[in-house]
């Protein structure tokens, strides 16, 4: 069994060595494939000089991590974000829940942060996963390459992506085996965090219509921004 791993990537050149830092400490290794959307600092560069393949794409992370799939040769897509930190063992993990009939799981969560809001983040995430079978993309969302691409992989959406796809996962096919993966969570980094109140915000609206921004085109604030424009400034901001 090969697994894949996508990192889509946007400026991150002041993070990313943290990034590929942990990417080198998986054991075993996954095919590593990087998705960047244009970056115009030197993230690309970085990451090519520490030895790790680049693939091209549009902005977004949806094109982004879409286009790597395309050219990823693994049996598993793994997918992570370059800001959350993956367990070193993350791949045996993966091998024993695609061994025990797992064609779709994610990881539990856990936030460098303590505190009784953070915990509440926690064990809602995880909740979330394990009941709701709604994975996020901070979760190292894996799935099988072949069913991947007959679902037509990630929509074309700016924000909330992983959100429908796990809902699209949860009633095609049908009968398929979806589990958890359990042991070591992935960590989310502490700088992360004053993003949570503006993505929770953004995780309501989607969530509300399932489909994305295409129902808000025409609606309008007092400022005269429409709300699709403010969605697709918050992704820029996100990505």
């Not at 990087?34 to 794409?57: M, N, P, Q, W």
């Not at 009939?101 to 303590?114: K, P």
Request: hydrophobic letters at 40%; glycine letters at 8%.
């Amino acid at each position: 069994m090969s697994i894949s791993l996508i990192i889509p990537v946007y400026n991150e050149v002041k993070e990313i060595d943290r990034c590929l830092d942990n990417v080198e400490t998986l054991m075993p290794e996954p095919k590593v494939l990087f998705a960047d959307g244009g970056s115009t600092d030197l993230t690309r560069e970085h990451i090519i000089a520490r030895g790790f393949k680049v693939i091209s794409s549009t902005k977004g992370r949806s094109a982004q991590m879409n286009a790597a799939a395309a050219q990823a040769d693994g049996d598993i897509l793994w997918f992570s974000h370059s800001d959350s930190i993956l367990p070193a063992d993350g791949c045996r993990e993966i091998e024993y829940g695609v061994n025990r009939g797992a064609v779709f799981g994610c990881f539990h969560i856990a936030f460098d942060y303590d505190g009784p809001f953070m915990n509440c983040c926690t064990a809602l995430s995880n909740r979330r996963a394990i009941r709701g079978r709604i994975a996020f993309g901070d979760q190292g969302i894996f799935v099988q390459k072949e069913l991947f691409l007959q679902i037509g992989g990630f929509p074309d959406l700016p924000l909330m992506e992983d959100y429908e796809f796990s809902r699209r996962m949860g009633v095609f096919p049908k009968g398929t085996k979806r589990i958890l993966v359990t042991g070591t969570p992935m960590a989310i980094p502490n700088w992360k965090l004053h993003h949570i109140i503006e993505t929770s915000g953004a995780a309501v609206v989607c969530e509300e219509t399932c489909t994305g921004t295409r129902y808000f085109e025409n609606l309008v604030d007092e400022s005269g921004t429409t709300l699709d424009e403010q969605i697709h400034a918050l992704a820029d901001r996100y990505m």
